[in-house]
């Protein structure tokens, strides 16, 4: 069975490409449309020109960049509080944010309840 190719509102990615990003803003849901009709941060603007010139190392603490079209295929390292968690852009990530793709929170697991959990536990031998 073929694999389905990517589209976005009925584009193809190479379509999406050749657009330019008000064109692009156009086309996304209204909080990425809004983000970038009101203008990219400095920070925002130096991210995008690492991925057109291909850098292959590219850090950030931008995680409210909206993915575009040309930054399908990069992984950008975005950093989580702690680290800086490796993100490869697939098409499907486009009109998405970067933290979206990195998460902050740790998930939490509790081992067995200790001694003095409950009032029953008093009664129980020490080891």
Request: proline share 5%; net charge positive.
């Amino acid at each position: 069975m073929a694999k389905k190719e990517f589209t976005y509102r009925g584009k193809k990615l190479d379509e999406l490409q050749a657009l330019s990003i008000s064109e692009i803003a156009q086309m996304l849901p209204s909080r990425a449309r809004r983000s970038l009709t009101r203008g990219m941060r400095h920070e925002q603007k130096v991210v995008l020109k690492k991925v057109s010139a291909k850098d292959p190392d590219i850090r950030t603490h931008c995680r409210d960049l909206v993915v575009l079209p040309s930054m399908v295929g990069t992984i950008i390292k975005v950093y989580t509080g702690k680290e800086f968690f490796p993100v490869e852009v697939q098409p499907e990530m486009i009109g998405h944010y970067l933290g979206e793709f990195s998460l902050t929170r740790k998930h939490v697991t509790h081992s067995a309840p200790g001694l003095g959990a409950t009032k029953s536990s008093s009664n129980v031998a020490v080891k």
